[in-house]
C-alpha cells in the first residue's frame, strides 16, 4: 500500500487517466474527488460489504419458511384427491325423453 500525504487541492495520478484531488479534511473526515473514465468501477468498500453479506444471506435456507410451504402443499393436495360430498353425482342412465304428440 502507498501512503501519502496530500494538502488541499492537490492531486493524485493513477496511470494516465484517473485523478483523485484532496478537496477538503475537517477533523477525521477527508473529502476526495475522483476523475476517471465512465468504465472504471469505483465503488465504497462498506457498500461492497453489505451488499456481499446480505447476498450470502439471501442465500441460506429458511427450513421454518421450508417447512410452511410443504405443510400447505400437502394440505392443497388432500382437498384437490378427496371426493367432495358437495359435488352431484353423475347418473348412469340418462333421463326419459318425452313421448312424442300423437297423430290424427
Do not use: F, H
Amino acid at each position: 500500500m502507498l501512503v501519502l500525504t496530500r494538502k488541499l487541492g492537490e492531486k493524485i495520478l493513477i496511470g494516465d487517466d484517473i485523478v483523485i484531488t484532496v478537496l477538503d479534511a475537517r477533523g477525521d473526515s477527508v473529502r476526495i474527488g475522483i476523475d476517471a473514465p465512465r468504465g472504471v468501477k469505483i465503488q465504497r468498500d462498506e457498500v461492497v460489504r453489505a451488499v456481499s453479506e446480505a447476498n450470502l444471506a439471501a442465500t441460506q435456507i429458511d427450513t421454518a419458511a421450508e417447512d410452511r410451504i410443504k405443510r400447505s402443499l400437502d394440505v392443497l393436495s388432500a382437498m384437490q384427491s378427496a371426493p367432495s360430498s358437495q359435488q352431484p353425482q353423475p347418473d348412469t342412465a340418462p333421463p326419459p325423453l318425452p313421448n312424442p304428440p300423437a297423430e290424427a
